[in-house]
C-alpha cells in the first residue's frame, strides 16, 4: 500500500486554487480519510504574475500541462483548465500514462465524457468529475452509488447559479432581466458574456451528464431542447406569483412512457409547494426520483472556488484510496449507447401564454378556437389587463403535445388583431 500519493493540477484559476487551499490547509484531515498523505507534488499554469489569493511555492510552479503528465511521480491529475481544447488533449495524455483524472470540466465530460471513460477503463484507471455539476452537491456520486438501487423516474435540477440569482432578483425585487443581470455580473455571479449561462448552455451540460449517469444512455448535448431567461419579463413573474408559482431555470430529463429519453432546459412555473421554488439566489439543487428511494433533494451552492474545489477534493481522495489499494476503475461506465431523445414537439406540458390582442368583442373566441381545433386543452383564462385598444389575456393549458401549443400560436399570431405574442413558459406541476 502506498503511504503518500502525489497530485498534479493543471489550471490555477478559480477552481484549482479552492482545490490546492483545500488539499494544503485540510491535509491531515484529508490523510485520515483517505488512509495516506496526498501531495500537491506540482501545478501548471501558463501564467503566475497575475496575482493568487492562494499562492504557491516557486518549486511547485509549471508553465506546461505536461510538466505535470510527464511526471513519473504522480498519481493523480486535476484538469481545471476549461474548455475542449487543450483540456480534452491533456486528459487524454494523462490517461494514456496510466494516471487518474479529476476535472471539473462540464462542457469537456458532456461532450467526450464516453471517450474519456473508455480510455479510463482500457488503462484501468479513475475519472472523477463530481465537480462538473452542482459544485459542492455530490450529485454525481449519489447518482452512481448512493441511489445506484433505483430505476430512476426523473431529474429535475436548478443547475446554474447565475440565472437562479438573476430569477431570485426579479422576483424578489421586481427588476428587469438587464438590471439583474448586471447585478450578479458586478458581483462576480456572471461571466461579461453570459451566454453560457442565461442561454441554458451550462444547464443543458451539467444535465446531459445526469442523464447518463442515471439513465444509462449517453446524452448528445446539441439535441438538448434548451431555452434561456432572457425573454423572461417582470409581468411573467407576477403572474406566476398570482398563479401560485415561481419562475426557475430548470433542467429536466426523464424516461417517456413510450422509453424515449426527454431531456430539456427552459424557463418554468413551479408551484411554490414544490421543494426546488425556495432554493434562491446563486445555489443550486437537483431533484431525483427514484422507483425505490422515493423523492431525493440534494442543495448546496452551485459554484466557487470553495465549494467546487471541495467537490474536486472529494474525487481526489478516492482517486487515492484507490491508487493506495490498487483497486482503481471500481465503477466502470454504465451506458448502454446513445440515447433516442424524444424531440421537443412530441414532448408532453402544459403552458402559460400571455398575448396582447385588439380589445374587440370575438378575439378571445377566435383565440380559443384555434386552441380547440388544434386539439389543446385550455385549463383556464383571464383578461386582466386592458391599456387603450389593446387587452392582455394569459392563458394555462392543460398538459398536452407541445407541437400543437406551436402549430396553434403559429396560426393565431397570423390573425391581424393580435399584436404580440410572448415566448410560452412551461408550467410543472
Not at 485520515?32 to 510552479?61: F, K, M, N, Q, S
Not at 439566489?281 to 426520483?289: H, K, P, R, S, T
Not at 373566441?365 to 394569459?394: H, P, R, Y
Request: glycine content about 10%; hydrophobic content about 45%; proline content about 4%.
Amino acid at each position: 500500500m502506498a503511504d503518500e500519493v502525489a497530485v498534479g493540477i493543471i489550471g490555477y484559476g478559480i477552481v484549482g486554487s479552492g482545490a490546492y487551499h483545500i488539499l494544503t490547509d485540510n491535509a491531515d484531515e484529508i490523510a485520515v480519510r483517505a488512509g495516506c498523505r496526498i501531495r500537491v507534488a506540482r501545478i501548471a499554469d501558463i501564467d503566475w504574475d497575475r496575482p493568487r489569493t492562494v499562492p504557491v511555492p516557486p518549486e511547485l510552479r509549471a508553465t506546461d500541462g505536461r510538466d505535470v503528465i510527464n511526471d513519473p511521480n504522480i498519481d493523480i491529475v486535476v484538469e481545471t483548465v476549461g474548455g475542449t481544447g487543450a483540456a480534452l488533449d491533456l486528459v487524454m495524455a494523462a490517461l494514456g500514462q496510466g494516471k487518474s483524472v479529476v476535472t471539473s470540466n462540464k462542457e469537456l465530460i458532456a461532450k467526450h465524457g464516453a471517450q474519456i471513460l473508455e480510455a479510463a477503463a482500457s488503462a484501468g484507471v479513475d475519472v472523477g468529475f463530481e465537480g462538473s455539476v452542482g459544485g459542492t452537491i455530490p450529485i454525481c456520486r449519489s447518482l452512481q452509488e448512493g441511489l445506484q438501487a433505483n430505476r430512476f423516474r426523473r431529474i429535475i435540477g436548478i443547475l446554474n447559479g447565475t440565472t437562479n440569482y438573476v430569477l431570485t432578483q426579479m422576483t424578489e425585487h421586481g427588476v428587469e432581466f438587464s438590471q439583474a443581470l448586471k447585478e450578479a455580473q458586478e458581483k462576480g455571479f456572471a461571466e461579461q458574456d453570459p451566454s453560457n449561462d442565461v442561454d441554458g448552455i451550462d444547464a443543458a451540460n451539467k444535465i446531459a451528464i445526469l442523464s447518463a449517469i442515471a439513465f444509462r444512455e449517453r446524452v448528445p448535448v446539441e439535441q438538448i431542447a434548451r431555452e434561456g431567461i432572457r425573454e423572461i419579463t417582470p409581468t411573467d413573474i407576477r403572474y406566476a406569483r398570482e398563479l401560485g408559482c415561481i419562475i426557475k431555470l430548470l433542467a429536466i430529463a426523464q424516461r417517456a412512457k413510450d422509453g424515449q429519453l426527454e431531456v430539456r432546459v427552459h424557463p418554468t412555473f413551479l408551484p411554490v409547494r414544490h421543494p426546488l421554488a425556495a432554493v434562491s439566489g446563486e445555489f443550486n439543487a437537483v431533484f431525483v426520483e427514484g422507483d425505490a428511494s422515493g423523492s431525493v433533494m440534494l442543495y448546496g451552492k452551485g459554484a466557487g472556488s470553495l465549494p467546487t474545489g471541495a467537490a474536486v477534493v472529494a474525487d481526489v481522495i478516492s482517486a487515492a484510496r484507490n491508487v493506495r489499494l490498487n483497486c482503481r476503475n471500481r465503477i466502470p461506465c454504465a451506458c448502454r449507447g446513445t440515447a433516442d431523445l424524444k424531440p421537443i414537439d412530441q414532448c408532453v406540458t402544459s403552458h402559460y401564454i400571455r398575448m396582447r390582442v385588439a380589445d374587440r368583442p370575438g378575439v378571445l373566441g377566435a383565440c380559443a378556437n384555434v386552441f380547440g381545433e388544434e386539439g389543446v386543452s385550455i385549463k383556464s383564462v383571464l383578461q386582466v389587463d386592458t391599456m387603450g385598444s389593446s387587452a392582455e389575456i394569459v392563458w394555462l393549458t392543460h398538459a398536452g403535445l407541445e407541437g400543437k401549443v406551436a402549430e396553434a400560436l403559429r396560426r393565431i399570431r397570423a390573425f391581424d388583431v393580435v399584436e404580440q405574442i410572448a415566448p410560452p413558459i412551461r408550467v410543472e406541476g
